[in-house]
Nanobody, 132 residues
Framework: QVQLVESGGGLVQAGDSLRLSCAASGGTFSSYAVNWFRQPPGKEREFVAVVFWGGRTPDYADSVKGRFTVSRDVARNTLYLQMNSLKPDDTAVYYC?????????????????????????WGQGTQVTVSS
């Protein structure tokens, strides 16, 4: 099964940028849909960006649209989240999560799920704190 490790979090000021990484091991990277989620303090986990079968542009949460961008390096088995124009409301623990393609979370030909409970594999998370 796949193991995920996030990195790149930190303390930044509003308006700054960060790039998070999610390194996958123990499985064939292309066999899994890997997405980004976050959990703000005192709130439930929420999706940040989810991918589609076939690699079309990911679907971003309204709160990050136009500021965050997902990319991946298949050769390095790594998914990235470029975060620009950060705001204090972006403060959260950021997670990547994976599900096998053709599973409930990642259906053939469609959009992957934005429900955290649909994903069986999670990283440990990386803290992002944005000060005003």
């Amino acid at each position: 099964q796949v193991q995920l490790v996030e990195s790149g979090g930190g303390l930044v000021q509003a308006g700054d940028s960060l790039r998070l990484s999610c390194a996958a091991s123990g499985g064939t990277f292309s066999s899994y849909a890997v997405n980004w989620f976050r959990q703000p303090p005192g709130k439930e986990r929420e999706f940040v960006a989810v991918v589609f079968w076939g690699g079309r542009t990911p679907d971003y949460a309204d709160s990050v649209k136009g500021r965050f961008t997902v990319s991946r390096d298949v050769a390095r088995n790594t998914l990235y989240l470029q975060m620009n124009s950060l705001k204090p409301d972006d403060t959260a623990v950021y997670y990547c999560a994976a599900a096998p393609w053709r599973s409930r979370a990642a259906p053939f030909g469609g959009r992957t799920s934005s429900r955290p409970d649909a994903y069986p594999y999670w990283g440990q998370g990386t803290q992002v704190t944005v000060s005003s």
